[in-house]
């Protein structure tokens, strides 16, 4: 039975351990944390609408269910051509490798004056904590935002802060001291969100009008500060609570790896996951795939990373190791799955947004939108533990 390595135990990576077992290969998962974080479902734990625990699932339950062998380990250095990866305990090798260890960030100066909703999952308590102690004092200034990474557009995470920021709205309108509070969005591109199509954009500032919300776009971020924010042309934002996603970019262990990376440091692939390389620098595409957000993402201009596309890869990835073992010529790719697809919730409803080549839309859903997602939630977590029956494609 071929070994396959899967480094990470994100939605990427798990994804592709459950298909992998399903055809009968030996998996193997490393993880640097135990659980399986569901980060689209972490927007409610600042408002405390979800607690920690709701939005996580322990990766020994998984494994104890789909058969997997679990490693929690860190890896620090990935070299193909010897198949090894070599981890702070022990080293491991294989016949096949996954690579969906997530990325890294883009750093700005001052960032650890900020918290993210897209990082490292323990600062969504972080998040709650400082939330807590501007409604205990009954007013403050909140800023939230996202940024970009002109080096590889398609990393950015725009939706989790439109979440959050309408549902601390929410929140602090439910106690009666919204007036108290000033909340703001920021975000150094022009037309933020414009990557979900001209009615989203246009359906974003209605809301904001509507909610009060102030924004500041199209200048860049310079520093962040302990009292706010410094955006160029002496612009600046004053602050007691910045959360800030910021962009995607090449995971730092890639750095000490042998695969091929783009200028933003993640690993190129074709559309069958597959590794690509330079004449001068052979890899063998057969036996090493990246998914999620590790890979280039190839495609239309408005193309982002999310789940369901990471997932889309993973199932593939399966599929195509599947093949190669079986000497079939047969491969799925991800281009013709690309869409952006989500439902954005605001604490008392949510819309609907999509976007592909062929359309764009957003359509509102007060109320049965926020439970929808919920449902959703409740869902994902049940259905990769084979609780309940899953839906094909979700």
Not at 97 to 108: D, E, P, Q, S
Not at 179 to 202: C, H, I, N, S, Y
Request: aromatic share 10%; proline share 4%.
């Amino acid at each position: 039975m071929k070994k396959v390595l899967i480094l990470g135990g994100g939605f990427a990576g798990v994804e592709a351990a459950i298909y992998l077992r399903k055809y009968g290969f030996d998996v193997t998962i490393i993880s640097n944390r135990d659980y399986l974080y569901v980060y689209p479902t972490s927007i409610w734990v600042p408002t405390g609408e979800s607690s920690f625990e709701d939005v996580c699932i322990p990766l020994e339950k998984l494994q104890k269910v789909h058969g997997f062998e679990l490693i929690i380990d860190e890896v620090e250095s990935i070299q193909s051509k010897e198949k090894k990866v070599y981890c702070k305990t022990s080293e491991y090798t294989y016949d096949y490798l996954i690579v969906a260890m997530g990325n890294g960030k883009v750093k700005h100066k001052g960032i650890d004056h900020t918290l993210t909703i897209c990082g490292e999952p323990t600062e969504s308590l972080k998040i709650k904590e400082s939330l807590d102690v501007l409604i205990q004092k009954g007013s403050g200034k909140i800023a939230m935002g996202f940024g970009g990474n002109p080096k590889d557009p398609s990393n950015v995470r725009g939706g989790p802060a439109f979440e959050v920021l309408f549902n601390v709205h929410n929140q602090l309108k439910k106690l009666k001291i919204r007036d108290k509070f000033e909340l703001t969005f920021f975000a150094p591109m022009k037309e933020p969100g414009a990557r979900m199509g001209p009615q989203a954009l246009k359906m974003m500032d209605l809301f904001f009008n509507k909610l009060d919300i102030k924004k500041q776009v199209g200048k860049k971020i310079v520093e962040f500060k302990e009292n706010g924010i410094s955006f160029e042309d002496d612009v600046f934002i004053e602050s007691d609570l910045t959360m800030f996603i910021a962009a995607g970019d090449g995971h730092p262990i890639f750095q000490n790896s042998d695969l091929p990376l783009n200028e933003a440091g993640l690993i190129k692939i074709n559309d069958y996951c597959e590794v690509t390389h330079d004449y001068d620098e052979v890899v063998e595409s057969s036996t090493v795939f990246v998914i999620g957000d590790s890979a280039v993402l190839d495609g239309p201009d408005w193309r982002a990373k999310q789940g369901h596309i990471a997932e889309v890869m993973a199932r593939n990835t399966a599929f195509n190791i599947k093949a190669i073992e079986e000497g079939s010529s047969e491969r799925k790719g991800y281009f013709e799955h690309l869409n952006i697809l989500c439902v954005m919730d605001s604490g008392d409803g949510a819309a609907f947004v999509y976007r592909s080549d062929k359309k764009a839309m957003m359509l509102p859903m007060p109320l049965v939108g926020h439970w929808m997602k919920k449902g959703w939630g409740w869902y994902y977590k049940n259905s990769k533990l084979n609780k309940i029956p899953r839906i094909p494609g979700m």
